[in-house]
Each structure stands twice: as C-alpha cells, then as structure tokens.
C-alpha cells in the first residue's frame, strides 16, 4: 500500500508541476496553400443538343416563330429532314432508335438549322419599316461602328450563351466585318455570320 501511495503522489506532482517546457497549441495546422489551377469538372460529361433542343434553343433566342427556323428549299421543315443525324429518330424510314455519336452529317445539319434561323432573323431585323430584334444596323451599308456593332454583338452572347462577351470575343466578332466588306458582303451579311458564330460555338451546342 506504502508503494502504491508513493507511485499516485508522483504522478500527482507531475501533473501539479508541469516543466519548462511550452505546452502545444491546441489550433489544428494549418495546411499550405494549393494551386489547383482552374476547376475541373468532376463528371466531364458533356453532351451534344439534340434538334428539339437545338431548334428550342434558336426559337428563344432569335425570337422566331416554330415554323421560321430552317425550311429546306422552301419545302421541307429542318425539324423533319435533319432529325437523324441530330440525334432523332425517322418512324417513317424504320429507325426507331437514336443513333449513338454524331454521323458524318451532324455537323451540316447544325450548321443548316443555325444558319437559316440567324438569316430569318436578320432579315426580318433588316426588312423596311421592322422594329429590330438584335440587328439594329443598315442591312446594305458597308460601314459598321463599334458603337452600332457592340449592342448586337452583346446581345447575340446573351441570348444563346447568358453571358457578356469576352473583350477578345467582341473584337474578333468586330474585326470580321471588315474581312467580309473586303469580300463584297454587307453589314446584313455580318450580322447575319455573327449570329452564325456564336450559336454554332462549342459552348452554344454543347451542355
């Protein structure tokens, strides 16, 4: 029992009597700081539109009518002729189940259903006596200010891509107009490139 009390009043006075030694901070440390560059996605899955989202996406954003977006020769509506190779499927030729990957012809497609869908709309803007939409401009000038081009070159960002326009992607949008004058276009032409351009980006078409 002596030997027992003797080992519980040692420890006691360690305790009681702590050295001369600092006590460790209780804070947990504090890591270095990472450069981890820009942020990665995660899934990395995107996805190409498909014609009901593709055409959706063109009828709100160029304010056009469902029938107004791309007709083929004046005959054929784009919503029926390019459904396959964007991602649809034709009852009528026995396909009854999407295609996997983009065919051969997808990006024609894409690019047939955008192209007619900014020409519309860039007509209509341009037509005598039409309260313009996006393209405030004369459609058969060739000269074109900043001032006059930033609006529309704002808008057509905003509307297919809910943001403003990178200063670089305002000047490259600005600078074609003088390649395309160069060429014998218009600003009617411009505009409607433009529209052309930004629709068919890859942050426009994929999601």
């Not at 593709?54 to 469902?66: F, I, K, S, V, W």
């Not at 029926?80 to 065919?103: C, E, K, M, Q, Y």
């Not at 395309?180 to 980006?201: M, P, Y």
Request: net charge negative; glycine share 6%.
């Amino acid at each position: 029992m002596v030997r027992r009390a003797a080992l519980i009043a040692f420890a006691l006075s360690l305790v009681a009597c702590p050295s001369g030694e600092p006590e460790p901070s209780q804070e947990p440390p504090t890591a270095p700081a990472l450069d981890l560059g820009e942020p990665i996605s995660v899934k990395s899955d995107l996805r190409m539109k498909r014609w009901r989202q593709l055409h959706l996406d063109l009828q709100g954003a160029l304010e056009l009518a469902p029938d107004d977006i791309c007709n083929e020769t004046g005959l054929y509506d784009c919503r029926v002729l390019h459904t396959v190779p964007l991602g649809g499927i034709s009852i009528d030729n026995a396909l009854f189940r999407p295609i996997d990957a983009p065919s051969a012809t997808t990006g024609l497609a894409v690019e047939r259903f955008v192209l007619q869908a900014c020409a519309a709309r860039a007509f209509e803007d341009t037509a005598p006596g039409a309260d313009p939409v996006i393209f405030d401009l004369e459609a058969d000038g060739t000269t074109l200010s900043r001032e006059a081009a930033d609006p529309i070159i704002t808008a057509l960002y905003r509307r297919f891509l809910a943001r403003d326009p990178l200063s670089e992607e305002s000047d490259a949008l600005y600078a074609m107009h003088a390649d395309l004058v160069a060429d014998g276009g218009l600003n009617l032409e411009w505009g409607w490139l433009a529209c052309f351009a930004v629709a068919t980006s890859t942050e426009a078409l994929l999601y």
